[in-house]
């Protein structure tokens, strides 16, 4: 009760919500029983729980919306999924779409003032659209401490995007520290650190020479850091013994398996590229909140990632997290994504200024 807000927009209490305004009223029938209905006593307008989130005029039960979302991320195909749960394609697609919104509103509301300790960063090569058309790539990094994965973009293999990327990251975190981070060797990286991070912080790359799909050689070279700097951070870092993205390659290899756009060989490519980012950012939801991860396994517990960064303290559920988004705040995220930008560029400066 105390979390309902009134949906009425022309009422006060929406934005505003005071203790004892919002009361039970009753139940109201559906094809599967009676659920529970709200009054807002300043302005009478009765409403139910769903109202505003993802669920909200649904014909179909709520746990066979979560089904769909849980399948999808597990790599299995619209069309797949439409046989197995007997709904129609249209529906997944548009049910599916609905839950990447909501992953994505989750993951920008929730993943703030992380603290990055070690950082790595890569692309993977994905088709949209069939063959003729450019590749599209997919820009991932990953916090290897808590192994969350703070941000990705979607595009051309651009010096903007890999700009947008590293912006996004340091918007994302505590600005405190800075990292140790890792990439393989796209000529744009070493720019965007700079720009991003400057010199002072740590900066590598692994460079792996391939001859017939199979690595022949790999050369390690640190870009920014003095080697006694280097030297301390293998002595305390807890994953890393010398430069690696191993970290980044996994979790690649776990977006490829959990994605059926990314598999090769397949007719399951995405057809617009606005289709792969909605799968990644209800993916990235997914890993980070729901998904526990078997390296942070302590005990009989095992973490998600985003338990180890603090962000949670319990593994989270689909329904809690698109219970937990509203639709009719959908403003805030306009205004968050512009105060995002002020800080970002607030705490580039900040970080430049630590590095001169
Ligand atoms: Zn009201």
């Known amino acids: ?34 659920r529970r209905r ?88 994905a088709m949209v659209g069939g063959n003729g058309h450019p590749p599209v790539w997919i820009f991932a990094a990953i916090e290897v401490w808590s192994r969350l994965w703070p941000a990705t973009v979607v595009g051309r293999r651009s010096y903007r ?25 796209f000529k744009f990286y070493r720019q965007v650190v700079r720009r991003i991070f400057g010199v002072a912080c740590l900066y590598g790359q692994v460079i792996k020479k391939r001859r017939n799909d199979r690595v022949v050689q790999v050369q390690r070279k640190t870009r920014f850091g003095a080697a006694w700097r280097w030297n301390e951070v293998w002595r305390d870092s807890e994953d890393s013994r010398k430069l690696n993205t191993s970290y980044i390659e996994r979790l690649n290899l776990t977006i490829r398996q959990l994605s059926a756009y990314l598999g090769r060989r397949t007719l399951n490519h995405a057809r617009r590229t606005q289709r792969l980012e909605d799968h990644l950012e209800l993916l990235r939801c997914h890993y980070n909140f729901l998904r526990p991860h078997r390296a942070l396994k302590f005990g009989r517990e095992v973490r998600t990632p985003a338990m180890q960064a603090g962000l949670t303290h319990k593994r989270l559920t689909f329904r809690e997290v698109f219970m937990s988004i509203s639709t009719f705040l959908r403003w805030v995220k306009v205004h968050c994504i512009f105060i995002r930008q002020v800080i970002s560029t607030a705490q580039e400066d900040f970080v430049v200024s630590m590095a001169a």
């Open 1 to 34: 009760m105390k979390s309902l807000r009134c949906p009425n927009a022309q009422c006060p209490l929406r934005t505003n919500p005071s203790l004892g305004m919002i009361v039970r009223f009753g139940f109201y029938p559906t094809r599967w029983g009676k």
């Open 38 to 125: 709200f009054r807002c006593k300043m302005c009478r307008r009765t409403f139910c729980r769903n109202r505003g989130t993802v669920y909200h005029r649904l014909q179909h039960r709520r746990a066979t919306f979560d089904e769909v979302a849980a399948l999808s991320v597990e790599g299995v195909n619209k069309s797949a999924i439409a046989r197995v749960q007997q709904i129609a394609w249209n529906t997944v697609d548009r049910w599916l779409e609905k839950a990447a919104a909501a992953g994505r509103r989750f993951n920008d509301q929730r993943i703030t003032k992380i603290r990055i300790r070690e950082l790595q960063v890569d692309e993977i090569r």
């Open 161 to 185: 995007n890999t700009l947008t990327l590293f912006r996004e990251l340091c918007a994302r975190s505590t600005g405190s520290h800075l990292p140790l981070i890792a990439t393989d060797g």
